[in-house]
């Protein structure tokens, strides 16, 4: 114990910092009166960096696989400078032009049909498909998905393939039609029934952020979606009766 407290003590004594002496007043005073006749120099200008611009369309979030070993550095987000020299706003117009499926006709009229819809061509200069409000509804499934929709009518699909905007569009896989005096329900279809529509637009949907994250084991992952979607405008339901008297102007 005796050794421990004298080690203890030329520690502390070797640790503890040396108070500094106070200067004079004699000296202070010459250290101010030199400061004051020396000339003073310009002030040197600063020259800031150009700003680094970074595109939003060309962003990525860095990920790694489930099977990396190394996780112990944090992710962090990199920019790819393939497409930088894009406008922005790129973004929305690369989803309207998709690369050729090489597919055949008939296998695209086959794959369409399965979907529920099947394409008819080209919306005419002169053609004017819009026509005023009518009483019906009709619900009809495109993919996995049912819609109730009326002649007027926009709704938001998954993105249809194999066609492109202002192309007319017969829904065919039609489960109910209805009005103010008869309803027609189909098993499970409506063989005679038809939805005309028409492509208004090919969008993105809101950016959806994906996190994952394991305690304790360094372990984050952040990943975004943007869901592609076709965006169809209601022109006509056909296969029920609608009284004409009944139709009101838009």
Same mark, same amino acid.
């Given at each position: 114990? /005796?050794?421990?407290?004298?080690?203890?003590?030329?520690?502390?004594?070797?640790?503890?910092?040396?108070?500094?002496? =106070?200067?004079?007043?004699?000296?202070?005073?010459?250290?101010?009166?030199?400061?004051?006749?020396?000339?003073?120099?310009?002030? !040197?200008?600063?020259?800031?960096?150009?700003?680094?611009?970074?595109?939003?369309?060309?962003?990525? $979030?860095?990920?790694?696989?489930?099977?990396?070993?190394?996780?112990?550095?944090? +992710?962090?987000?990199?920019?790819?400078?393939?497409?930088?020299?894009?406008?922005?706003?790129?973004?929305?117009?690369? !989803?309207? /032009?998709?690369? =050729?499926?090489?597919?055949?006709?008939?296998?695209?009229?086959?794959?369409?049909?399965?979907?529920? &819809?099947?394409?008819?061509?080209?919306?005419?200069?002169?053609?004017? =498909?819009?026509?005023? &409000? +009518?009483?019906?509804?009709?619900?009809?499934?495109?993919?996995?998905?049912?819609?109730?929709?009326?002649?007027?009518?926009?709704? $938001?699909?998954?993105?249809?393939?194999?066609?492109?905007?202002?192309?007319?569009?017969?829904?065919?896989?039609?489960?109910?039609?209805?009005?103010?005096?008869?309803?027609?329900?189909?098993?499970?279809?409506?063989?005679?029934?038809?939805?005309?529509?028409?492509?208004?637009?090919?969008?993105?949907?809101?950016?959806?952020?994906?996190?994952?994250?394991?305690?304790?084991?360094?372990?984050?992952?952040?990943?975004?979606?943007?869901? +592609?979607?076709?965006?169809?405008?209601?022109?006509?339901?056909?296969?029920?009766?609608?009284?004409?008297?009944?139709?009101? /102007? /838009?």
């Amino acid at each position: 114990m /005796a050794s421990r407290r004298c080690l203890l003590r030329v520690l502390s004594s070797h640790l503890v910092p040396r108070r500094s002496q =106070p200067l004079a007043p004699f000296s202070i005073a010459n250290r101010t009166l030199t400061f004051l006749t020396e000339p003073l120099s310009p002030p !040197v200008p600063r020259v800031l960096a150009p700003p680094r611009l970074y595109y939003p369309s060309c962003c990525h $979030f860095a990920t790694r696989s489930s099977g990396d070993e190394d996780d112990g550095d944090d +992710e962090e987000e990199h920019y790819d400078d393939e497409g930088s020299e894009g406008e922005w706003g790129e973004e929305d117009e690369a !989803v309207a /032009a998709k690369k =050729p499926s090489g597919k055949t006709e008939e296998e695209k009229v086959t794959e369409a049909a399965e979907i529920g &819809y099947k394409v008819v061509g080209p919306l005419g200069a002169d053609e004017k =498909p819009f026509k005023p &409000y +009518e009483p019906v509804f009709a619900v009809v499934q495109i993919g996995s998905h049912q819609f109730k929709v009326s002649n007027g009518d926009s709704i $938001f699909t998954e993105r249809l393939k194999f066609c492109d905007v202002n192309d007319k569009l017969v829904l065919n896989r039609v489960l109910m039609l209805g009005s103010q005096t008869q309803t027609v329900i189909g098993r499970p279809i409506l063989p005679e029934a038809a939805v005309h529509a028409i492509v208004e637009e090919h969008a993105l949907d809101a950016k959806v952020v994906i996190f994952k994250k394991k305690r304790r084991k360094n372990y984050r992952r952040t990943k975004g979606h943007r869901q +592609e979607l076709t965006k169809l405008r209601i022109t006509n339901i056909e296969g029920i009766d609608k009284p004409e008297s009944a139709a009101v /102007a /838009a």
